[in-house]
């Protein structure tokens, strides 16, 4: 792991703070887009929700790679002159395959578009060690952190799987935040699935899913979408409250934590 001064720390959680830009998810370069989702309708007074059960069997989470083919050796500071004498920090959120491949990227936020661009290709062409339940490899959406700095004079790449807390990201913790299991688009599809009315929208939604030390959802938070009143904040809230989700790992072991859940419609 990268050992950074105190003041560098503070200056990385502050530069993460200001990677605040709107949602705008990015699409891989062999996809084409979906049609637009039906929008749910709230329904007043609702029960509370019943999660889904915890795994059963042991489960890892996907990681970065280390061989040849990882998204860590696609990763370079930008070529422009200017733009490489910079910090950056770009957030991403994306379906890894059972093979560790990116097959959605939802959205990269960024407060630097070149440095954006770097991380799309490399997710574009990298790999991920995939996620495993009772040993067998699965799908899973997750979040994560690039960050460029420079220590001592020297560019330096890092790669976090959490995107939530930003003050671990900033202080380069050993800590990865919860997956959701099966991925978003098969969890959104799933829930469009079982919608009886609405209209075809298209549009953004996020939601903050808190899960704990078993991977059980205990609920969620910042449930936001564009267009407003679209519905679509909803829908997400209802999908991912009756997901499955790995545990978040602290130092390796499990523990509770939340993901922030960045879904656009218009893969859907």
């Not at 020297?154 to 671990?168: N, Y």
């Amino acid at each position: 792991m990268v050992k950074i001064s105190v003041r560098r720390q503070a200056h990385l959680v502050l530069a993460l703070a200001l990677v605040s830009v709107p949602f705008v998810a990015c699409q891989k370069k062999s996809e084409t887009a979906a049609p637009a989702t039906p929008a749910p309708s709230a329904a007043a007074g609702a029960p509370a929700f019943q999660p889904a059960p915890p795994i059963k069997g042991p489960v890892t989470p996907a990681l970065v790679k280390q061989e040849a083919d990882s998204i860590t050796r696609y990763l370079h500071f930008p070529k422009d002159a200017a733009a490489a004498k910079l910090d950056g920090a770009v957030q991403f959120y994306c379906d890894i395959t059972e093979e560790g491949i990116v097959e959605t990227t939802h959205a990269l936020v960024a407060n630097n578009d070149v440095f954006k661009k770097v991380v799309q290709s490399a997710l574009d062409w990298g790999r991920f060690t995939p996620a495993t339940v009772d040993g067998k490899p699965v799908r899973v959406y997750l979040g994560g952190t690039v960050l460029f700095i420079h220590q001592n004079g020297e560019p330096v790449i890092v790669v976090s799987l959490a995107t939530q807390d930003r003050d671990r990201v900033g202080k380069l913790a050993n800590y990865i935040q919860p997956q959701l299991v099966g991925g978003l688009r098969h969890t959104l599809q799933k829930e469009i699935s079982t919608l009886t009315r609405g209209v075809l929208v298209s549009g953004q939604a996020e939601a903050v899913v808190n899960v704990d030390a078993k991977g059980v959802v205990t609920g969620t938070s910042g449930i936001s979408e564009n267009p407003k009143g679209s519905g679509l904040g909803v829908l997400l809230d209802n999908a991912v409250k009756k997901a499955q989700f790995t545990t978040a790992y602290e130092n390796g072991t499990p523990a509770g934590g939340a993901i922030n859940v960045v879904a656009n419609f218009s893969r859907f």
